[in-house]
């Protein structure tokens, strides 16, 4: 298995009028049809539910029994440190909101998180990344070149009966065809010489809902691909961009959405989900975002250990005029990335607690993940519990099982990296999807609040 690749894509856009469609037929009468409308109906509206998967999962179809923890945390690791280096990357205006070319490939990656969305009449189901840093949603479509490598069927916009071209000029009449060469095109492009281009289009989406019944969501733009080449097994038909711009699936569908992530050392969870539009759970402790360069950045003011508040200067956490500092809450890294200093402060009162019972272990490959030897689940019963505090009160905690990581048997690490571990200067920092385990964080995008609810995500499942 190669190197670690990431998930994210330069997107070279181009559209302009669109062919419209609205037609959407009902087959049953647990499935309803809602048009992108705002105001449809004074019903409360139904939940637009779809399971999340890891790599690492049970549930994948390409989950490697085999694979060590060692294994899964230096890809974790890689993973991680592509993704901040491509952050970095947009920070500094070297890379536009749409440009991932420094980017790698998502396959073999540390434990993405991955969405199952169905498509079209009848629907196809299609296990993509859901990425909160990307701003469209596209899949791999039949016929397909050098896509044999794909996940389950490919969806195939022939046998759908809710399928559109985008054109470039208008087509006419509803349901019309663009001419070859009116197409919009999209074109993605990885680091790794990998890439998938085609055509956009709008189309159907079906959720189930929370009274086992299903919904279509009719008129999505999405990117059809049709010509994929990839070096390595991907891992996935697509990509689920989540981020604040007009054609993330995210502004599409409502303006809202929230995930819940339970232990990803859990490898049969079934119970991790993602909830789009007015039906999605924004409970718990709000703090604002602000969306920058397509990223979430969230104001933090400190952190603490048990009862203990760590001494970082307040100016630490600040987005810089250059836009540098800050925070980014992200889904696309693992492990979490503080400034140095910080990171070595936090470490510094680890060591305090720990004491002289367990011995420091150094990682060749990774001199600055912090190790020592011990098992987590028995030699760290008691350890406080590390918190995030961000502005309007919000917190979020991490026990051991998001602060450290197993390495080995006998070894565990500190969760949380150094930013310079990317080769940058101290720049943002990231909280990856270690630190959100336990967690349903809800997204509000028309008033840019971000929600915090520490809880079991098999409660919100029923």
Not at 288 to 310: D, K, N, V
Not at 388 to 395: L, N, V
Request: charged share 15%; aromatic share 8%; glycine share 8%.
């Amino acid at each position: 298995m190669a190197l670690v690749h990431e998930t994210l894509i330069l997107l070279l856009l181009t559209f302009s009028t669109w062919c419209f469609s609205t037609s959407i037929s009902t087959n049953s009468s647990t499935t309803t049809s809602l048009a992108k409308l705002p105001n449809a109906t004074t019903a409360k509206p139904k939940r637009l539910v779809t399971k999340l998967i890891h790599q690492r999962s049970v549930h994948h179809p390409h989950y490697n029994q085999s694979e060590t923890a060692k294994e899964r945390i230096e890809l974790d690791i890689q993973h991680s440190i592509a993704r901040v280096t491509y952050l970095h990357a947009r920070i500094e205006g070297t890379m536009a909101a749409n440009d991932h070319r420094t980017q790698l490939s998502p396959s073999s990656s540390g434990r993405t998180i991955m969405a199952n969305i169905s498509v079209g009449q009848p629907p196809t189901p299609q296990l993509v990344v859901m990425d909160t840093a990307s701003e469209i949603f596209w899949i791999m479509c039949n016929p397909c070149s050098n896509c044999d490598q794909h996940l389950g069927q490919l969806f195939d916009p022939s046998k759908s009966s809710t399928y559109t071209q985008l054109c470039r000029t208008p087509c006419g009449f509803r349901g019309c065809n663009c001419h070859p060469l009116d197409r919009s095109p999209f074109s993605i492009t990885y680091a790794d010489n990998s890439s998938a281009s085609g055509t956009l289009a709008y189309e159907t989406l079906v959720f189930e809902t929370s009274d086992e019944g299903s919904i279509q969501i009719p008129n999505i733009e999405f990117g059809c691909g049709r010509d994929i080449v990839y070096n390595n097994d991907p891992g996935y038909n697509g990509i689920l961009g989540l981020n604040n711009a007009p054609m993330s699936l995210a502004s599409q569908i409502g303006h809202k959405f929230s995930y819940c992530i339970g232990s990803l050392a859990d490898k049969s969870s079934n119970y991790n989900q993602l909830i789009l539009g007015e039906g999605a759970d924004l409970e718990g402790y709000p703090t604002h975002f602000q969306a920058l360069r397509g990223m979430y950045y969230i104001t933090m003011e400190g952190i603490s250990i048990g009862e203990r508040r760590l001494d970082i200067a307040p100016a630490t956490f600040e987005i810089k005029e250059n836009g540098a500092g800050g925070v980014i809450i992200d889904t696309g890294s693992t492990l979490t990335y503080l400034p140095d200093d910080v990171q070595n402060l936090l470490y510094k009162e680890v060591r305090n607690i720990l004491g002289g019972s367990f011995r420091k272990v150094i990682i060749e490959t990774y001199p600055w993940l912090y190790c020592h030897l011990g098992v987590v689940s028995r030699d760290l019963v008691g350890f406080p519990v590390v918190t995030f505090h961000f502005a309007q009160g919000a917190d979020l905690a991490l026990d051991t099982g998001s602060f450290f990581e197993q390495l080995t048997d006998s070894v565990f690490c500190m969760a949380i990296g150094p930013v310079s571990a990317t080769g940058l200067d101290n720049r943002s920092s990231v909280i990856g999807l270690l630190a959100q385990q336990s967690y349903n964080v809800g997204y509000d995008l028309v008033n840019q609040i971000v929600y915090f609810q520490r809880i079991d995500c098999q409660l919100l499942s029923g």
